[in-house]
């Protein structure tokens, strides 16, 4: 069984940019959820997608846009970035109804120069 | 305000210590779960609690659900350096997490 896998490991930008992150889901899992953290937080939820629709937003602006594909692999875009925008991005799949249990990839670092 | 409120936000302790850490909020959840997130990797799930006044043991370590299901502890018995991480509790299908406690235990 493949676990959560994300790409890149590691992204420098510049204020300004554009950025997509990509997040492949463990096998059979149909949901997917991002999660942006701050050095020294918790998480914070960005949005879930479920047989690629959105099932559920935080409190993020639009300029933080996602896809999920038919395999349920997914992306993260984030238009014009901001420093504060430098953060571990989680991906995590999940199976609907199982009391929201998730597993997590390993993150992509976010450095917003 | 924070939906979800842990206590202590840091602890540094000796390896055979025990110690509990506390997630507190004012609203009801239906579950509650605990993650372990250590550096450089994403959180991993420890254990999911869903009655009221609910215990779990996982080895030394041992969760419990409050009667109320608005908060929930996890107690470690004689820390060990692998215990060393970031232990954050979880809503579940509400996607909060909480504040965090971040726990190095000392050899």
């Known amino acids: 069984e493949t676990g959560v896998t994300q790409s890149p490991t590691h992204l420098i930008k510049t204020r300004g940019q554009q950025v997509t992150l990509r997040c492949s889901s463990q096998?059979?899992?149909?949901?997917v959820s991002w999660y942006q953290q701050a050095l020294g937080q918790g998480p914070q939820f960005i949005f879930q997608?479920?047989?690629?629709?959105?099932?559920g937003r935080g409190n993020f602006p639009p300029r933080f846009s996602g896809l999920q594909f038919p395999n349920y692999s997914s992306e993260l875009n984030v238009n014009a970035l901001e420093l504060d925008d430098s953060a571990l991005y989680l991906c995590?799949?999940?199976?609907?109804?199982?009391?929201?249990?998730?597993?997590f990839g390993p993150g992509t670092r976010l450095t917003v120069l | 305000t924070q939906l979800l409120e842990q206590s202590p936000q840091f602890l540094s302790i000796q390896e055979g210590e025990n110690l509990t850490v506390y997630c507190n909020s004012s609203?009801?959840?239906?579950?509650l779960q605990w993650y372990r997130q250590e550096p450089g990797e994403g959180p991993v799930l420890l254990v999911t609690?869903?009655?009221?006044?609910e215990v779990k043991k996982l080895k030394r370590l041992t969760f419990q659900f409050g009667d109320a299901r608005k908060d929930s502890s996890l107690h470690i018995t004689a820390a060990q350096p692998g215990d060393t991480g970031l232990y954050l509790c979880?809503?579940?299908?509400?996607?909060?997490f909480g504040t965090g406690t971040s726990l190095t235990v000392i050899p």
């Open positions: 609690v869903v009655t009221g006044g």
């Open positions: 609203s009801v959840f239906s579950s």
């Open positions: 995590a799949s999940s199976l609907p109804g199982s009391a929201g249990e998730q597993f």
């Open positions: 997608y479920y047989r690629e629709e959105e099932n």
């Open positions: 096998s059979g899992h149909n949901t």
């Open positions: 979880f809503t579940g299908n509400q996607f909060y």
